[in-house]
């Protein structure tokens, strides 16, 4: 099984790694501790002390905040417990006229206005874009990934996570309060 320095990780990771070299890590067995040091470098990168468990997106996790699982960004603001879909803590911004949609499609690449919107979601804490979705009108926001992360700690890593949590897609729970 090969093993990878964490250096040589680091520059795949961020795409300086020449061409056949990557190549070669390709076509070459996997690595059994990649995840690990794919996350230390994530972690380091990072101001905050919070554990990663997963990158969601180039710049937002899901950490360990004492006994609980949430959904945190680069710049250190937190989106909640990872099982509600951290749109919901988002800042939004919908283009749904054809002047608005003007400034990302030109011309017949504009989808209808009458049937679709793009929805832009920024950090609250530090502005920054974290997904833009173009869905049909009053579709929820789309919840891309929930991660069964117990399993994949303790079958797949070999590494169980401390206080194992329910799988479960909290999201309309979440949406029920905002109503009562
Ligand atoms: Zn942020």
């Given amino acids: 099984m090969p093993q990878y320095d964490i250096t040589e990780i680091e520059k795949l990771v961020d795409g300086r790694l020449p061409w056949p070299r990557v190549q070669e890590i390709m076509k070459d067995s996997k690595d059994t501790d990649r995840f690990h040091k794919w996350v230390e470098i994530l972690q380091s990168r990072v101001s905050w002390r919070e554990r990663i468990l997963l990158p969601i997106g180039p710049n937002l996790f899901i950490v360990q905040k004492g006994r609980e699982r949430i959904v945190k960004c680069r710049c250190g603001h937190e989106l909640g417990d990872y099982r509600v879909n951290w749109k919901l803590s988002a800042l939004i911004h919908i283009r749904d006229t054809p002047e608005e949609l003007a400034a990302v ?22 502005g920054g874009q974290l997904e ?49």
């Fill in 105 to 126: 499609y030109r011309g017949s690449e504009q989808p209808d206005t009458a049937w679709t919107q793009l929805r832009e979601y920024y950090c609250p804490g530090c």
């Fill in 132 to 180: 833009v979705e173009a869905v049909p009108r009053g579709c929820p926001p789309d919840f891309e990934f929930l991660p069964d992360l117990d399993t994949f700690y303790r079958d797949w890593l070999g590494k169980p996570l401390p206080n194992e949590v329910e799988f479960v897609d909290k999201t309309l729970e979440t949406v029920k309060t905002w109503s009562t």
